[in-house]
């Protein structure tokens, strides 16, 4: 395809649009304008700086993803402002991997140690200010819960709701940001927008300004999951909102017979206990495993390795829970035991002079105790493994409090099969193991006889991603 030509004040600038590029044109040359730039990092390498992104866009209102390496940044980024119209020219052409698109281009560009970015002044072609690649509900149906596109949508909110969690196992306790939005679509169906940290503050900041209006709004970048069979569109590092802009997309919407122009979304904050829905009795939970046996994969099994490790304590705690019903083992450990303890295993130990005062693991400290007779929410999970043993318990992913308020559950009437044995005492077992990287660990059995609500669930943190 011959290259076009921007007539400027210095010499004439040859370049291509970006459809023409597919990695086969030498020392490209393109004119587009900046839409937004923005950071990705890798948060499970401690926040790592990967690159910088950008979305850019030329005046067929086509438009390609651009990347560029952290040693480049003191090149390039002063010059990322957004609205801007630059001429870039030497950079590396690739194909897109199928994963995270922010455009439907099939190739994604690189700047390179050659790539030159100039601004470009009386331009008279006109490159679009915006760029959207708007999705319906039944698209994204499509594609959810795969990681491969990032969809834009357009809605109207329903409801705003502040669910900031508090992480009291960190020194000193850390509250993380969230808010929820529910949005309904131009075809009626539901979703919920997950905002995170920095961004849920801003969203917030925004909404504050907007307070007593209907609010239709459009959002980039949205990595849609299944949480509990509903549709969630968490936010990334490139989501912007919009904010009842006025636009084809929002007139369209407008258009809508879903659109409610009387609606003023209502908000909420989850300062109260959740109380968690689908509550599911022992009995339940032992017939479902029942009902799925033979059904599940394989057991993982971990080969001996012969490699020398260092020990860290952890929380394996093994409990007796009651819903009235029947009773189950469940064992709790680190991560939930962190939460209910508010400590670490290894900060607990030290606190109760373990290594002195127990050097076979005989005691059992108070803040376990403390636990005995106690109401929670369990959430739980049903592995392989369950389908298969004979003596069943659960892994415990999280324990909450019920509130005073909560009302408990209804006995069910008892299977006919023999009662348990309660005893007038609690009885606490320990019993001591043998491990390659470490000399005891400590088994607490906790007989509990108060009735327990048990719920078989995911983490709540499922938002997570995003």
């Known amino acids: 395809m011959p290259p076009n030509t921007l007539k400027t004040n210095e010499n004439p600038l040859s370049y291509s649009t970006l459809d023409?590029?597919?990695?086969?044109?030498?020392?490209?040359?393109?004119?587009?304008?900046?839409?937004?730039?923005?950071?990705?990092?890798?948060?499970?390498?401690n926040n790592l700086l990967l690159s910088v992104d950008c979305l850019l866009i030329d005046e067929k209102a086509n438009a390609i993803q651009g990347s560029i390496h952290p040693r480049r940044l003191h090149k390039f980024k002063p010059k990322l402002?957004?609205?801007?119209?630059?001429?870039?020219?030497?950079?590396?052409?690739?194909?897109?991997?199928?994963?995270?698109?922010?455009?439907?281009?099939?190739?994604?560009?690189?700047?390179?140690?050659?790539?030159?970015?100039?601004?470009?002044?009386?331009?008279?072609?006109?490159?679009?200010?915006?760029?959207?690649?708007?999705?319906?509900?039944?698209d994204i149906e499509m594609i959810v819960d795969k990681g491969e596109n990032l969809p834009d949508i357009v809605g109207q909110v329903s409801r705003i709701r502040n669910s900031d969690k508090l992480d009291e196992t960190t020194i000193p306790p850390k509250t993380t940001n969230n808010v929820i939005l529910t949005c309904t679509f131009e075809s009626g169906e539901t979703a919920y927008i997950s905002i995170w940290d920095k961004l849920a503050c801003k969203v917030r900041n925004d909404l504050d300004q907007l307070q007593g209006e209907p609010l239709i709004v459009i959002v980039t970048g949205v990595n849609p999951k299944t949480v509990r069979g509903e549709l969630y569109l968490n936010t990334t590092a490139s989501t912007r909102f919009y904010w009842n802009i006025e636009n084809d997309v929002t007139?369209?919407?407008?258009?809508?017979?879903?659109?409610?122009?009387?609606?003023?979304?209502?908000?909420?904050?989850?300062?109260?206990?959740?109380?968690?829905?689908?509550?599911?009795?022992?009995?339940?939970?032992?017939?479902?495993?029942?009902?799925?046996?033979?059904?599940?994969?394989?057991?993982?099994?971990?080969?001996?390795?012969?490699?020398?490790?260092?020990?860290?304590?952890?929380?394996?705690?093994?409990?007796?829970?009651?819903?009235?019903?029947?009773?189950?083992?469940?064992?709790?450990?680190?991560?939930?035991?962190?939460?209910?303890?508010?400590?670490?295993?290894?900060?607990?130990?030290?606190?109760?002079?373990?290594?002195?005062?127990?050097?076979?693991?005989?005691?059992?400290?108070?803040?376990?105790?403390?636990?005995?007779?106690?109401?929670?929410f369990f959430y739980i999970k049903v592995a392989s493994y369950n389908f298969t043993a004979k003596h069943q318990s659960f892994s415990v992913s999280k324990m909450v409090t019920?509130?005073?308020?909560?009302?408990?559950?209804?006995?069910?009437?008892?299977?006919?099969?023999?009662?348990?044995?309660?005893?007038?005492?609690?009885?606490?077992?320990?019993?001591?193991?043998?491990?390659?990287?470490?000399?005891?660990?400590?088994?607490?059995?906790?007989?509990?006889?108060?009735?327990?609500?048990?719920?078989?669930?995911?983490s709540d943190r499922a938002l997570d991603d995003v």
């Open 20 to 45: 023409a590029l597919d990695g086969k044109i030498d020392s490209p040359t393109i004119v587009v304008r900046l839409i937004q730039s923005w950071e990705v990092r890798d948060f499970k390498r």
């Open 81 to 138: 402002i957004e609205g801007n119209i630059f001429s870039i020219h030497d950079f590396d052409v690739k194909k897109q991997q199928n994963s995270y698109r922010l455009t439907n281009h099939d190739y994604k560009i690189f700047f390179n140690d050659h790539t030159s970015m100039n601004v470009v002044d009386n331009i008279h072609n006109d490159i679009p200010h915006e760029y959207f690649r708007i999705q319906t509900f039944k």
């Open 251 to 376: 007139k369209d919407f407008r258009k809508s017979t879903n659109f409610q122009k009387l609606l003023v979304p209502s908000c909420e904050d989850q300062t109260t206990e959740l109380v968690p829905t689908n509550i599911e009795s022992i009995t339940q939970i032992l017939a479902y495993v029942n009902d799925q046996s033979g059904k599940a994969g394989q057991a993982i099994t971990c080969g001996n390795c012969g490699s020398v490790s260092i020990g860290r304590l952890r929380y394996r705690i093994e409990v007796i829970v009651d819903d009235g019903c029947q009773t189950s083992t469940f064992i709790i450990f680190d991560e939930a035991g962190q939460t209910l303890l508010k400590t670490t295993a290894s900060n607990l130990a030290s606190k109760n002079n373990v290594g002195e005062n127990d050097p076979y693991g005989e005691i059992v400290p108070q803040e376990i105790h403390n636990i005995i007779g106690k109401d929670f």
């Open 402 to 458: 019920p509130s005073p308020m909560v009302t408990k559950r209804p006995t069910e009437t008892p299977d006919p099969s023999p009662t348990k044995s309660t005893s007038d005492t609690e009885n606490i077992n320990i019993t001591n193991k043998k491990r390659r990287t470490r000399k005891n660990i400590t088994k607490v059995v906790v007989e509990e006889s108060d009735d327990e609500l048990v719920r078989s669930s995911h």
